[in-house]
């Protein structure tokens, strides 16, 4: 990406996250005459700017995940505290939020440690401006992925329990199990010297290239599937949770790009080539 994209890109992140909030401050409790919604994605790019400084001075992206974890977990604090009259799907939608986020922000914290580097950003660190829209881009991915959550949790419309509250837990539950246990299952893989330079196609691997992506679309959707009954107006701007992390995980940077590095390595080897062939890019094969 070259200079001129990423100020553009540095200047319509800002443009896209405010145009969310405006639709998603439609019904939302306020603080001091401001809307709690649009405060809590304020506060997402502000962490991030923030932590962007120490990382750019030290050219490191080892604490760029557990940023991303915070920038959740904070938000969703951020409107629990700042909201009024919680009710039980406001506590849950947080909880979920919150559970994830530890879970997945301190596994990617782990896995950077271990591993020394995030070859990610290789060539992107060493440019101020190519670095800062990636913390920016992580702000507004924070934003987008937690929009359903958060425009529940703060809105002012407030449903008792409902069949919506146990089928979207039920999808959250079954997609958070399957992500975890992809993420082990591989984790444990790659620590065993005998699979060095081996691709996994064992336990949930054999079933999806991808398991613990599906995991996560599923949990997400789960998420907004909870939020349906109170949205309202432009608070249907919602649905561009689910819709953003599928977006992303399947035409974006997710298996598009891991897709191009295995085929990269182990392209041609007729095993490789077989796993392909039998095993789907994401929803497993029963």
Not at 29 to 43: S, V
């Amino acid at each position: 990406m070259n200079q001129r994209k990423v100020i553009i890109s540095l200047i319509l992140l800002p443009i896209i996250a405010s145009s969310v909030a405006l639709a998603g401050s439609q019904h939302s409790q306020t603080f001091n005459h401001l809307p709690i919604f649009a405060l809590c994605i304020g506060w997402a790019f502000l962490i991030n700017w923030l932590a962007f400084i120490p990382a750019s001075i030290f050219q490191t992206e080892k604490f760029f995940d557990l940023t991303g974890s915070l920038t959740y977990i904070t938000m969703t604090l951020l409107a629990l505290y700042l909201t009024d009259h919680l009710d039980i799907r406001s506590k849950l939608l947080a909880a979920l939020v919150i559970i994830w986020a530890i879970r997945l922000g301190s596994f990617l914290f782990i896995r950077v440690l271990q591993d020394g580097h995030d070859d990610r950003f290789d060539e992107i660190k060493s440019n101020f401006l190519r670095f800062l829209n990636v913390w920016t881009l992580q702000a507004l991915w924070c934003t987008l992925t937690a929009t359903a959550a958060l425009i529940s949790i703060t809105s002012t419309i407030r449903k008792d329990m409902d069949l919506f509250i146990y089928f979207g837990l039920g999808l959250w539950l079954i997609g958070f199990i399957i992500e975890v246990v992809a993420d082990q299952q591989k984790r444990q893989f790659k620590k065993n010297p005998a699979n060095k330079g081996q691709f996994i196609q064992s336990g949930l691997w054999a079933k999806s290239r991808h398991p613990n992506y599906f995991g996560e679309i599923l949990l997400w959707l789960g998420v907004f599937v909870i939020t349906i009954p109170v949205l309202q107006g432009w608070q249907w701007i919602a649905i561009l949770s689910p819709i953003f992390v599928a977006l992303l995980l399947i035409k974006v940077s997710g298996i598009p790009m891991l897709e191009a590095k295995a085929d990269k390595k182990w392209g041609g080897q007729k095993d490789y080539e077989t796993y392909k062939t039998n095993t789907p890019i994401l929803i497993p094969k029963l």
